[in-house]
């Protein structure tokens, strides 16, 4: 079972085997973490606490929607900027970013091409990503409105 709530940046999985089930938490497609309980531990659960199998891996849920949160927010990440003022492509956004890191704090450099709407470079963390198509997202939906008023005093102009 998959879930992904149209304004969230994530998608939770629900995988059933012999021993248990397991929610994955998945973001941009990868699988960034996971909680899990066993049958045994389900039965138990209901049995001595009236604990539904539905509220159990519910809170698997919430617990894993949190920390995935959490390492987000720890995602330091400058306002997009057209990569043309920087010298760059002019069909691309560019932002600086600092995390955490597997070996420390890491800092680089993401991008988002706009006509294709990927993010890149490929070795860019998932957590990034996430958080630069977001931002890419948020600064387009905020400018539309004044380009579109732009636009239309434009073509006041050339109309009178």
């Known amino acids: 079972m998959l879930q992904r709530a149209p304004d969230r940046p994530f998608e939770l999985r629900e995988v059933v085997d012999a021993e248990g089930i397991t929610l994955e938490l998945l973001v941009e497609g990868e699988r960034l973490s996971s909680g899990r309980v066993l049958h045994v531990d389900l039965a138990e659960m209901f049995r ?3 604990l539904a199998r539905e509220e159990v891996v519910a809170q698997l849920g919430r617990e894993l929607v949190a920390r995935f949160e959490q390492e987000r927010a720890r995602v330091n990440l400058s306002p997009p900027v057209p990569a043309a003022s920087t010298g760059g492509e002019g069909d691309r956004l560019v932002s600086r970013y600092v995390t955490d890191g597997a070996a420390g704090v890491e800092a680089g450099i993401a991008w988002y ?3 294709s709407r990927s993010v890149g470079p490929d070795h860019l963390p ?3 990503r996430s958080r ?3 931002a890419v997202h948020r600064k387009l939906t905020e400018t539309r409105p004044s380009t579109l008023r732009v636009l239309l005093g434009v ?4 109309s009178s």
């Open 48 to 50: 001595m606490l009236r």
């Open 113 to 115: 091409d706009i006509p």
């Open 126 to 128: 998932t957590l990034v």
């Open 132 to 134: 630069m198509r977001d």
């Open 155 to 158: 073509l006041d102009e050339l």
